[in-house]
């Protein structure tokens, strides 16, 4: 059976001035392309919730955005699906208070999270998190999964 597999990511980046870095954030939903499209060739369902919501952005404030991925990751199911925390186009998602909620909700309803900085992307490359998202690893092997509400 499919996995949903949400992707978590960093998004906002800021100039000195306080405005957006644009062209950072183009980066970072490019970076979460790669990473749905990894997914999906690993066989499972993607959810990049940058992709969801970057093209219409404007239509609802942030705290609503983030509040609605909220919301889809309370529906998946704590017994199947994932959650994953890629680093970023600049490995800044430990720093991303985005992911951090993310994070924590997909704690608190026991979803598998697959912290993608441990797994390093040359793993990914190489198939690992295939065999994390089918359960294929174990603790001794390259490390990339924890169970249910855990994390690797």
Do not use: Q
Request: hydrophobic fraction near 40%.
């Amino acid at each position: 059976m499919l996995r949903i597999v949400y992707c978590a990511g960093p998004y906002r980046h800021y100039l000195a001035d306080g405005s957006y870095n644009r062209p950072a954030m183009e980066d970072e939903l490019a970076d979460e392309r790669s990473w749905c499209e990894i997914i999906a060739r690993a066989g499972h369902v993607p959810f990049g919730p940058l992709g969801n919501s970057v093209p219409i952005e404007r239509a609802l404030p942030e705290e609503d955005w983030i509040e609605r991925d909220l919301e889809i990751i309370r529906r998946l199911r704590s017994d199947h699906d994932v959650f994953i925390v890629r680093p970023g186009a600049f490995g800044t998602a430990d720093s991303s208070e985005g992911v951090a909620r993310e994070l924590c909700e997909a704690r608190s309803v026991g979803l598998i999270v697959i912290h993608s900085s441990i797994m390093g992307v040359d793993a990914v490359k190489r198939g690992v998190l295939r065999l994390a998202l089918d359960g294929e690893l174990c603790e001794s092997d390259e490390m990339a999964w924890g169970e249910p509400g855990g994390v690797a």
